[in-house]
């Protein structure tokens, strides 16, 4: 069982919108920044979203990320068939002192 | 370009050791914390374990999941751009694909620079009779 919590999936037609949410505790979400991952089948991760709601560098617009409490969200709008693939939350755990993961939320176009 | 190349993978037995190591190019290694980050087979992604370097504080500080602390240990040599994973008493458990990843930041001082900026391509750790 993951730290971070997410739904294992999420679905919509194209040009929609979709969120992913990431619920956490205090000792993570609650007092550290969410970075979100993007990963496709078969590929090494790529950081999408960090601090909880920056773009990393060449990450499209359609993407944004927010924070309130212990928990986190991204947002995918204007949904393509390139955004299928699996997302994940993460931040570091002060108690554990470790970074933790969300369990991957898999996003599929329909 | 930042380029992070791990090797070592393979079959081992339950109970066995490996060394895997990530060679990094492209960027100042000393400056960053290194990272592992293992995905078992259709499973989500799992941190293992995280090395600073001096930072700005003395010495090396290591990091651990609890579920290989004791059996894991994460090394440096900053004059061959490589970081290791040694990994003793293998189990079943411990089969996935072990990534490299290097941290935005030095250290762990300030929480919100850090995040695993550049990912390596991985490598498949399998541990069976």
């Known amino acids: 069982q993951s730290a971070l919590a997410q739904p294992p999936s999420v679905s919509e037609a194209p040009g929609q919108r979709v969120t992913i949410s990431c619920s956490g505790s205090?000792?993570?979400?609650?007092?550290?920044?969410v970075n979100w991952y993007q990963q496709f089948p078969g590929k090494a991760p790529k950081l999408l979203v960090y601090?909880?709601?920056l773009l990393s560098s060449g990450v499209s617009g359609r993407f944004s990320g927010s924070k309130s409490g212990t928990s986190a969200s991204l947002a995918i709008s204007g949904l393509q068939a390139e955004d299928e693939a699996d997302y994940y939350c993460?931040?570091?755990?002060?108690?554990?002192?470790?970074?933790?993961f969300g369990g991957g939320t898999k996003v599929t176009v329909l | 370009e930042v380029k992070l190349l791990e090797s070592g993978g393979g079959l081992v037995q339950p109970g066995g050791s490996l060394r895997l190591s990530c060679e990094a190019t492209?960027?100042?290694?000393?400056?960053?914390?290194m990272n592992w980050v293992r995905q078992a087979p259709g499973k989500g992604l799992e941190w293992v374990s995280s090395?600073?370097?001096?930072?700005?504080?003395?010495?090396?500080?290591?990091y651990y999941a609890d579920s290989v602390k004791g059996r894991f240990t994460i090394s440096k040599d900053n004059s061959k751009n490589t970081v290791y994973l040694q990994m003793n008493s293998l189990r079943a458990g411990d089969t996935a694909v072990y990534y490299c990843?290097?941290?935005?930041?030095?250290?762990?001082?300030?929480?919100?620079?850090?995040?695993?900026?550049?990912w390596g391509q991985g490598t498949l750790v399998t541990v069976s009779s």
């Open positions: 990843a290097k941290d935005h930041a030095a250290d762990y001082d300030i929480l919100t620079e850090n995040r695993f900026d550049s």
């Open positions: 492209g960027f100042t290694f000393r400056e960053h914390v």
């Open positions: 090395i600073v370097d001096s930072g700005r504080s003395s010495g090396r500080s290591t």
């Open positions: 205090s000792s993570n979400i609650g007092e550290n920044a």
């Open positions: 601090y909880d709601d």
């Open positions: 993460a931040a570091w755990d002060d108690r554990l002192s470790a970074w933790v």
